[in-house]
Structures are given as C-alpha cells and as structure tokens.
C-alpha cells in the first residue's frame, strides 16, 4: 500500500518536510493559510495539492497520514481533529503546550487508534544514535555530566521563547541517552529583543545517580554552535553537528583515583587517542519522515510516540515555572 500524507503549515519547518515526503512518494497534498508559500509550494510540487482549507485534508479518504508543522499553540486542535478524522499524526516539537494538553491527545490516539508521532528529529541522527550505542556498550563508563550549546543569530520567535522553541531538541536528545527523566530542574533566562519572551535560556537538570546536565539555548548569539559534550569515567565524547566532516568524537580522557595517601585521595589522569567513530550520513529528516511512514504501514509504535513527547513537554512545564521564579529549583 502507497501511504500518503498531508502536510500543514509550509513556513520555516515545512518546506523540509515536503521535500523528504516528496522525495519518499507520498506527499499528496500542502495546506498554509499564507497564499504566497502555497505558490511556492506549487512551484516545486506540482502533483501536489494546495489548499488552506485544513479540513480539505480531513475529509480526503485518500490521505493516511497529517503532518503537523504549525506553531506550537495550534498543536492540540490541529491534532486532535486529525486523530478524530481517522488520520495518523506526524506533529513537530513542542507536542504541546502543556503536559495536560499533551495527555489529551496521547488519549485520543489511543481512542482512536492512530499513530501519533513527535518530531523529535535528534533521535533519529545517526550522530546521537551512535553515542547511545557507545553509552550502552560501557565505553564511556559512568557518565558524569553532560552539557550542550544551540545558539544561533536569527529565527527570532515573537510568541514562543527560547526554552520552548530551541531547547526541546536538547531536552530530547538528553533523554534519549540517559534514559531517564530529570529529577529537578533550573533554569534562568533574560529578554533583550522582546520583553515578552527569553531570548537566551541557561537550565541546569539533575538526573538519577547524580547525572548533571546543562543546556545553554539563545537566537541570541554571534556564531552558530550546535554542540553536546559528555564526561564519563573512562572516555568523553564530543558531538558537534555543525562539523560536518567529525561529527562525532570520542576522547580516551579521564581521571582515576589511585588511592588515598596520609588521609588525601590521589588522583591520575590518562590522556589517549582521539576517535572518529564512522557516522551514516543518512539526513535525519529523511529518517524520521521514513520512520513514520512504515510505522502507518507496519501498524507499529514510533519511537518518539505520544509518550516520548509527553515526558519532554512535561521537562518543558517545569522549565518554564523555574523560569517564572527566577531559577527556583522545580521538582520535574
């Protein structure tokens, strides 16, 4: 069976979508409520259909699957009537706005039995799914701490600040590889741009066993960094995914107590080789836009499922009450 899909909203995320279902087969039709980026669409996607009626997708029987690429407020409805509609659910980060609303929808894929699927896009980089592996395998022996940095100068939000907006890939992408929710979270911001809204976020999240965790996210800043760092016992891995030539690299460095002499631990540090691991250079959009397509095919559950979502926005909730206290530690 040829799995079609519809996709809404073609303006910052959506383009990319398209051309992946595009390029996959199965792109049928592109709903904006903006006429000019229909143009656009019509343009590069002439087989396609354009429309700005969103229940246009709704009522056609020949659509399998809804891409959701709206801003984040409209989430909850736009997915809510698909699921209702019979259709399977491709929804972009954040999920959701709220963990309750977040619980609705998880209910109402459940109810209706349909896919729902979020686009957590970093689980599906080959570059993160090859340090889970090294984590799994003991490689880098008990993790300490791990940090990251998304920064970037520009795609400023009006509505959604920072910690919504960037953060959520950073959130997920630590999940992911600790397998495990924060136990509490911290986080201080500041607006300069729109007083409304932080354009620069730092959060600090503590872990099980002691992990800690740090993310610093900001439109905010001269250079474009898109980098996670990871201290373990035994090696430190550094993913950097604008290098495009070593995205990946591992450090055979650490520290190790020798033992105590006259009451004071001493303490050896090693030095080794630097590692590139091999990485599949498959896109990760292409990834993710596959994997939701033989998931409607195979009937399985994607591995960032409404469930995965929930737990981010729930991360998100904590985040942002921090937030509104400026730093208070907030149990997640």
Known sequence: MTIRVGLVGYGYWGPNLARNFHQLGALTTICDRDGKRLSQAQRLYPA???TSDYRELLEDKDIHGVVIATPAQTHLQLAKEALEAGKHILVEKPMTMTSKEGEELVATAQKYHRILMVGHIFEYNPAVIKIKELISQGNIGRIYYIYSTRVNLGQVQR???A???????????LLYL?????????VRGASYLNSQVEDVVF??????EGIAAHVHASWLDPSKMRRVTIVGSQKMVVYDDVDNEAKVKVYDKGVHIRGEIYGEFQYRLHSGDISIPQIDLTEPLRNECSHFLSCIEEGKTP???????LRVVRVLEAAQRSLNHQGKTERV
């Open 203 to 208: 959060i600090h999240l503590m872990f099980p």
């Open 178 to 186: 600790l397998e495990a929710m924060p136990l509490e979270v911290s």
């Open 163 to 173: 910690l919504w907006s960037i953060a959520p890939h950073d959130l997920s992408i």
């Open 48 to 50: 396609a259909k354009t």
């Open 159 to 161: 509505d959604l600040n």
């Open 303 to 309: 591995q960032t499922d409404g469930h995965n979502g």
